[in-house]
């Protein structure tokens, strides 16, 4: 055998390898994925309809029944701080097919402010994937005279516990982000708990509460315009969704990088193949061109991550909070 005809057919045996070993992962990752395509989504949205947690929900629903041909309905399932949807999940069966769509409140802060907290996160869910960030902002109404966090904290400074803020209620992630805001600047402001973000905001839109920490998805319209003054973003970069707000860290505010989020869970049970598979279909559907338009309307971004990656974030966060509930002595009504 001539070495040019061995050199080819060593050629030709190196592609054949190569194409074997593409096609290995692509029969076991196709299993999943039948596995997936057996049966119609139900999305669980433990929150009303309208708002990010139901437009995330609506977003996965519309790429899984593209994507694997199957129908794929959202459920919207309010009461009880958001428990009775998170429970149905709890209940059903893991296999990719019941998914729940929930804000970070649910999964990192109630489980430590709750005291009859009903569920175990880490054992009676697989986390999936972050889905999406909306980053918080601290905002004042315009006749609080304020242009930025750095004259807030100047004036507080002054004038201690003359300055009050607003939250959605006691326990609640924005009420936690004014106190760590609090600790961190060395000031004290007077927290005004509301039972809702509507008549929070709606408090310092009159000018009756001077402050509030919001989502930026609530506070953008009147951002927009001129009904509420921004003072900083709570995230460590700027946020693409408003690159021209100044985080509070370049005004001098460091460690309050707080940020609203919404995760994707599934029931316990259900197999690191199938969360894999969803994290992966979830990263693409969110990174559409039209789909990142619509997460920026509201003021979100997409962050999705993998399941391990995602698993520990939540276990990292909801010890950040339970160490600020304690040592602020902080109690649900």
Do not use: C
């Not at 209620?169 to 924005?174: A, C, I, P």
């Not at 973000?197 to 509030?212: E, I, K, R, S, W």
């Not at 992966?280 to 309307?297: C, F, G, N």
């Amino acid at each position: 055998m001539t070495m040019q005809r061995r050199t080819h057919l060593i050629s030709i045996a190196g592609a054949a390898l190569v194409a074997l070993a593409a096609v290995a992962p692509a029969h076991a990752q196709s299993a999943v994925e039948k596995q997936l395509a057996s049966d119609r989504f139900t999305i669980v949205s433990p929150f009303p309809p309208g708002g990010p947690v139901d437009t995330l929900a609506r977003v996965l629903s519309e790429g899984l029944a593209k994507r694997y041909g199957q129908a794929a309905v959202v459920e919207n399932m309010p009461g009880a701080a958001g428990n009775i949807g998170i429970d149905k999940v709890k209940q059903a069966k893991g296999d990719g097919h019941t998914l729940l769509v929930v804000p970070a409140g649910n999964l990192t802060i109630n489980p430590t402010l709750m005291p009859n907290f009903p569920f175990d996160i880490q054992k009676d869910f697989v986390a999936v994937t972050m889905l999406a960030k909306a980053p918080n902002v601290l905002v004042a109404s315009p006749s609080a005279g304020l242009k930025s966090a750095k004259e807030l904290v100047a004036q507080a400074t002054a004038k201690p516990g003359t300055l009050s803020y607003a939250s959605p209620g006691v326990g609640s992630g924005l009420h936690l982000a004014g106190e760590l805001f609090k600790q961190q600047a060395g000031i004290d402001l007077l927290h005004v708990p509301y039972k809702g973000t509507a008549p929070a905001l709606n408090d310092v839109l009159g000018g009756v509460v001077p402050l509030m920490f919001s989502n930026l998805p609530a506070t953008l319209p009147f951002i927009k315009n001129g009904k509420l003054v921004v003072l900083g973003v709570t995230e460590a970069k700027r946020t693409p969704a408003a690159p021209e707000i100044p985080t509070l860290a370049e005004q001098g505010i460091q460690g309050v990088a707080v940020t609203s989020w919404y995760g994707l869970l599934a029931p316990a049970g259900t197999s690191p193949a199938v969360a894999e598979q969803l994290a992966k279909d979830a990263a693409q559907m969110l990174a559409q061109p039209e789909v990142r338009e619509r997460l920026k309307a509201q003021g979100m971004t997409e962050a999705t991550m993998k399941p391990a990656e995602f698993a520990a974030y939540m276990r990292d966060e909801t010890a950040m909070w339970a160490r600020i509930i304690k040592a602020r002595n902080i109690v649900a009504e």
